[in-house]
């Protein structure tokens, strides 16, 4: 039989390409593998991560296991718990394969310049962190990148790092969060003060002063850690001497971080400080048309115009709602969705009902409600069904919204305030006395404000 782990990675690597990025990182990836006798047991890291797995990817999983396994290879998931009672009535048969976590570390693959979308908020950002990516220390030492949540940060760090991996894969290039780099530190100093907290020490200072690349990210998390602030002081310092590349990212300035001692500032603003803003709307459509090719989701112009234009302060989160929409088509059977069934996907999230209400959605509705056309409500005939539906329409515009008379007349073909006040006041009159026209505009009024 061929080593387990080995088949393991074969099933990984189908499933890679059957689900999408982030389920694979989040619920297959960590997948643990337990056992293998009669069937094959593998461990979710949580009760939801497994829940997650199995709703979602139970077809896709069975698929991948059969064709490396054999046709009706059973499994069984378990969470961390049911682990722990499989193990009390049960010795695994095979090694336990943990999950890589080497893996974890490596620079993102899609994380890339090529996937990276340039526009004008963030073309600078880009072109620093090339120029840094071709030539690591020598320009723009420190390279100092800050911009709002789900900007492109950490994709740009990555793409350094996917960069300087295959142009130079001598280089020592350490990538970590401030969080990574805060636990280092505090490991090295042991957990008990007489056990080897000097050795621990060292070890840490050989592993980051011998770096030719640290990449630090989101470093505003180092605020109010006063001596990790103090040990990343000295690493840089140490780096920074010998023309090494740093690179940070943070979610404000420099001067901006609280408790950042005032050395460091100034070292982090001696090289470049570049700032990421939110791309604009049709960098915003750019970027999702390239995620939807990244993941292979089909997903319609219209569909992906409307996402980026409900999402205007973070990429990560419109990236997001693509994916919904993607899983809701598949939930329907489908392989794209319609608008109608993205707006009805997204309906939680975004703030459907958010187009802005205008006289002409309120003129469209009464013509639907009428069956009439948008030209004859707006144009001069007189013949009685076209007469009160554009009454009607005259009132709703002017008690629903705040627009002078004389525009309203403009609307319905140029004419002048007084016809507008007097449909106005007509339907005011029927409405006191007359039940059937009450309805409809109750009725017509209520269409639109499920509209906007
Ligand atoms: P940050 O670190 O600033 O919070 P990330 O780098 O994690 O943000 O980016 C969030 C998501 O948006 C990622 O999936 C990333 O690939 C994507 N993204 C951001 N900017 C761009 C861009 N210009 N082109 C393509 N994808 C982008
Ligand atoms: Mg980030």
Redesign the pocket.
């Known amino acids: 039989m061929q080593d387990l782990k080995q088949m393991w990675d074969k099933v990984l690597s189908k499933l890679e390409s059957m689900v999408s990025f982030v389920s694979y990182e989040l619920w297959i990836e960590t997948l643990e593998v337990l056992d293998y006798n009669d069937k094959l047991v593998l461990v979710a890291n949580s009760p939801s991560a497994k829940r997650q797995l199995l709703k979602n990817h139970s077809k896709e999983l069975t698929e991948a296991i059969e064709s490396v396994f054999g046709e009706n290879t059973q499994y069984e998931v378990l969470d961390p718990e049911e682990k722990e009672e499989y193990l009390k009535k049960n010795k695994p048969q095979e090694v336990v394969i943990e999950p890589d976590e080497s893996k974890r570390m490596m620079f993102n693959p899609?994380?890339t310049f090529d996937?990276?979308?340039?526009?004008k908020s963030?073309q600078f950002c880009?072109a620093a962190a090339r120029a840094v990516a071709e030539n690591p220390g020598h320009k723009f030492n420190p390279l100092f990148i800050y911009?709002?949540?789900?900007?492109?940060?950490?994709?740009?760090l990555h793409a350094i790092g996917n960069y300087l991996k295959q142009s130079n894969p001598k280089l020592k290039i350490e990538y970590v969060t401030c969080d990574q780099f805060t636990n280092d530190y505090i490991e090295s100093l042991g957990t008990n003060k007489e056990k080897g907290s000097v050795k621990g020490t060292a070890q840490f200072r050989e592993k980051y002063r011998n770096l030719d690349v640290l990449m630090v990210?989101?470093i505003q998390f180092i605020a109010g850690r006063t001596s990790t602030q103090e040990e990343f002081f000295h690493t840089f310092n140490d780096l920074y001497q010998q023309n090494k590349q740093i690179i940070i990212?943070s979610d404000r300035p420099p001067k901006e971080i609280e408790t950042l001692a005032d050395r460091l500032v100034s070292r982090l603003t001696s090289g470049l400080i570049q700032d990421?803003q939110m791309?604009d709307f049709e960098?915003r459509v750019a970027?999702l048309r390239?995620?939807a090719q990244l993941e292979r989701y089909f997903i319609d112009d219209d569909v992906i115009e409307f996402i980026a234009e409900k999402v205007d302060t973070n990429?990560?989160e419109?990236?997001g709602l693509l994916s919904k929409v993607y899983f809701f088509a598949t939930l329907l059977g489908k392989k794209s969705a319609s608008i109608e069934e993205a707006k009805e996907a997204l309906k939680e999230q975004v703030d459907v009902k958010k187009e802005k209400l205008t006289p002409e959605i309120i003129i469209q509705t009464v013509c639907d409600y009428y069956s009439i056309g948008y030209n004859e409500i707006t144009g001069k005939k007189k013949s009685k069904e076209i007469v009160e539906p554009r009454m009607i329409a005259i009132y709703l515009i002017s008690d629903m919204l705040d627009i002078p008379l004389v525009t309203i007349g403009k609307l319905f073909g140029g004419r002048d305030h007084t016809t507008i006040i007097h449909s106005r006041d007509k339907i005011t009159e029927l409405m006191k006395k007359d039940h059937k026209t009450r309805t409809i505009v109750n009725d017509l009024k209520s269409q639109i404000s499920e509209k906007c």
Do not use: A, C, Q, W
Not at 115 to 119: A, L, M, Q, S, Y
Not at 147 to 156: I, Y
């Open positions: 899609k994380y996937n990276f979308i340039v526009g963030n880009y911009g709002g949540v789900g900007l492109g940060k950490t994709h740009l990210d989101d990212s990421i791309p960098t970027i390239k995620k990429i990560r419109m990236e």
